[in-house]
């Protein structure tokens, strides 16, 4: 038995190549770095860059936010975004910035989940009996099988009106609902409000004036 060689010629790979962009990122006392970044640079890559370069401690609290001074808004970017995508959906004659300071309660859900659950505002699925610990209150809230319901009253306007309403809302994994029946949470008294799976938290910098 005999065994010949065949020569297989694989096709050439062009490696690819990632575009760099110069961003501007501001500190608390508005001094700004420039820095030169690939185009899939995250967030916490950003915040790491300027930890390193700073020569600060990384105590886990170093954040990048967005700030939008024009409609006077600010949100935490999360680790996982892609800053410029971020940059992507500012207008070009916005005077927008990214700061980078220090976020204390950035990772507070993960520590200390209790604070954002209280007891009158959770429902679950099925009953439990006794205490439920962070642990579980985390597991059942990011499981992809069990997901806790909050519900609360919540300030709304309506469209066209000046006046400020007191509504029972119930964030539920499908969405945000209110009830049209006081605290009923009958199917019926039901309607949708809002779904936030492609949705960002802004905090109001100038409320009254904006």
């Known amino acids: 038995m005999s065994l010949s060689a065949r020569r297989v010629t694989l ?5 690819i190549v990632l575009q ?13 770095r420039a820095l030169e970044v690939p185009s899939d640079i995250t967030a916490r890559d950003v915040c790491q860059l300027l930890i390193l370069k700073n020569h600060y401690i990384d105590d886990h609290s ?27 959906n500012w207008g070009m004659e916005e005077e ?19 604070y954002f659950f209280p007891e009158h505002m959770v429902s679950f699925a099925t009953e ?13 809230f990011l499981s992809s099988s069990t997901y806790p319901e909050i519900h609360g009253f919540l300030h709304a306007k309506e469209q ?32 949708f409000f809002s779904e936030f799976g492609n949705s960002d938290i802004y905090v109001s910098l100038a409320g009254k004036k904006k």
Request: net charge positive; glycine share 4%; hydrophobic share 30%.
């Open 128 to 140: 439990t009996n006794g205490e439920i610990s962070p642990t579980q209150i985390l597991q059942m």
């Open 62 to 88: 170093w954040t990048l936010f967005e700030h939008l001074p024009h409609v006077g808004l600010e949100r935490t970017i999360e680790d996982h975004e892609l800053v410029i995508e971020v940059l992507s």
């Open 160 to 191: 066209g009106k000046k006046s400020w309403k007191k509504i029972y809302f119930l964030l539920r994994r499908s969405g945000l609902y209110f009830s049209t029946k006081g605290t009923s949470k009958e199917p019926r008294h039901l309607q």
């Open 20 to 32: 760099k962009r110069v961003i501007k990122v501001y500190s608390e006392d508005e001094t700004s």
């Open 96 to 114: 927008n910035k990214l700061y980078f300071r220090k976020n204390y309660a950035k990772y507070e859900f993960f520590k200390n989940p209790m």
């Open 11 to 15: 096709p050439a790979i062009t490696p």
